[in-house]
């Protein structure tokens, strides 16, 4: 305000640049929870009628111990643990703070 900035400015580049930090942290923590979604549906429907509300948890699970194939079910893990890794560092590079 002291410099005349208006509303809008104060939002551009001022409070969201500050806010960056807690969005990325938010932004990782909500995107890796939904994806490693497991126990809330496992627990109302288990996959639901004809696999309708199948997760990857949930099919890494049931690959792993109702059908006994372990290998399987733990490259399925592999893979969740990548692609978190993998959006987790994208969401990083791209809003982590650039200094001078």
Known sequence: MIDGANGFQQLCYITLPLLKPTVLITLIWI???TFNEFD???A???GG???ATNLLGIQMY???FS????EKGSAIAVLMF????ILSL???????????
Do not use: D, I, M
């Open 67 to 70: 059908l006994g194939q372990f």
């Open 40 to 42: 809330l549906v496992y």
């Open 82 to 85: 990548l692609v978190n890794l």
């Open 62 to 64: 049931n690959t792993a």
């Open 31 to 33: 995107t890796t929870s």
């Open 90 to 100: 994208v969401y990083y590079r791209v809003l982590r703070r650039k200094e001078a």
């Open 49 to 51: 009628p004809l696999e």
């Open 44 to 46: 109302l429907t288990a």
